[in-house]
């Protein structure tokens, strides 16, 4: 009997429907369409209207997810959400999600590893199905930077964008996660964060004037570890399962920058063919990215049954990853 994993049996993506150009963006800040597109890749984002928030991005998601995998809301033993851009900073927006789907046996927790939630999140869920104490588990990768984006700083308001996606995830046969490791590098802690709003800097009159509770990130020095961390994550993963990198199908990384994408590409030695790329049209959606992309090529028929998928994300805290799955 092949040995049970755990496997991706619902997906599902939203993306808010207004689209943000680089050259919206060009009339906001002192920046240009060329230099977006070739020292990021991005030509375009979306972002949330008034009214829609994490959770309700989060729930149009699940709900897409939980079709697929033919669950009913109740079926469903865990919820996980993934973000950084919470409803509110308490309660965790699993409880708004299982509050608007319905998902009333299910416990929930927020995972707060920003660009790498998604991978924390599935990693976290293998356990809870490992160990038998949940069966069906929602993981929810969602954010929405643009509420917490300083749209005077360039450097930072031209990357993100907004979206949510979700997966179902349960034990399955002959497929699903076959490695996964996780790591924070603590000492990096400042290189992106959100100075005010907790307990050091509550908020204030100056917080606010300071432009305090918006994130800061220091782009150029993340980029630096980015393509290090991630490129070794993978490698460890691939080692644990004794396989090389030409024998991944699919590689698909946090969409961060496509020039992160390129070093990451040359330093494992990948044919940029196998690795997934919509970054030109979603930005940088931190937790988000990973499912989305997930979606799209599930949607192109780009996933087959037996592929082998690997995944690497890194964002705030450091936090990073890599997960490798069999499809
Ligand atoms: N338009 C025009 N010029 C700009 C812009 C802009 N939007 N932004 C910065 N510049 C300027 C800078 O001021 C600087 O000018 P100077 O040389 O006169 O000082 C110059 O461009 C170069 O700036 P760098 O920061 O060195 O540019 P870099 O090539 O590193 O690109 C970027 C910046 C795109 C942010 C890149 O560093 C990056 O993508 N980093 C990784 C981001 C990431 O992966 N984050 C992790 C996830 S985020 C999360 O966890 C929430």
Redesign the pocket.
């Known amino acids: 009997m092949a040995e049970r994993r755990t496997a991706i049996v619902g997906i599902g993506a939203y993306l808010p429907p207004k689209v943000l150009t680089n050259f919206d963006?060009e009339k906001m800040?002192?920046?240009?369409d060329e230099?977006?597109r070739t020292?990021?890749g991005i030509r375009e984002r979306r972002i949330a209207p008034e009214g829609i928030y994490t959770s309700t991005m989060s729930v149009e998601a699940s709900r897409q997810a939980l079709q697929m995998a033919g669950l009913r809301p109740e079926q469903i033993d865990l919820i996980v959400c993934c973000t950084?851009t919470p409803d509110y900073p308490f309660p965790a927006t699993a409880a708004l999600i299982q509050k608007d789907l319905g998902a009333w046996n299910a416990f929930g927790f927020d995972v707060q590893a920003?660009?790498?939630g998604f991978l924390y999140g599935l990693t976290m869920a293998d356990q809870f199905i490992r160990t038998g104490s949940a069966r069906y588990v929602l993981i929810v990768g969602v954010?929405m930077?643009s509420r917490v984006t300083d749209w005077q700083d360039?450097?930072?308001?031209?990357?993100?964008g907004d979206a949510a996606g979700a997966a179902v995830v349960t034990a399955a046969e002959g497929r699903g996660l076959l490695s996964s490791r996780l790591y924070l590098d603590g000492s990096l802690w400042d290189?992106?964060y959100l100075p005010a709003g907790g307990t050091r800097l509550p908020a204030s009159e100056k917080t606010v004037q300071e432009r305090l509770h918006f994130?800061r990130?220091?782009?150029?020095?993340?980029?630096r570890v980015?393509v290090r961390y991630m490129g070794r994550a993978v490698r460890e993963v691939l080692e644990d399962v004794g396989l090389t990198a030409d024998q991944v199908d699919w590689l698909v990384p946090?969409q961060?920058?496509h020039?992160?994408t390129q070093a990451l590409i040359d330093y494992l030695g990948l044919s940029a063919e196998k690795v997934y790329a919509n970054i030109e049209y979603t930005g940088?959606t931190?937790a988000a990215s990973i499912p989305v992309a997930l979606v799209e090529m599930l949607e192109k028929d780009l996933l087959r049954p037996g592929q082998v998928i690997g995944l690497t994300a890194?964002?705030?805290?450091?936090?990073y990853g890599a997960a490798l799955l069999r499809w």
Not at 29 to 32: F, P
Not at 217 to 223: K, L, S
Not at 314 to 319: Q, R, S
């Open positions: 963006l800040v002192d920046t240009s230099w977006i020292r990021t950084v920003a660009c790498a954010e930077l360039r450097s930072t308001c031209v990357l993100f290189l992106i994130l990130m220091r782009g150029n020095e993340v980029f980015a946090h961060a920058n020039r992160i940088n931190s890194l964002g705030a805290g450091i936090a």
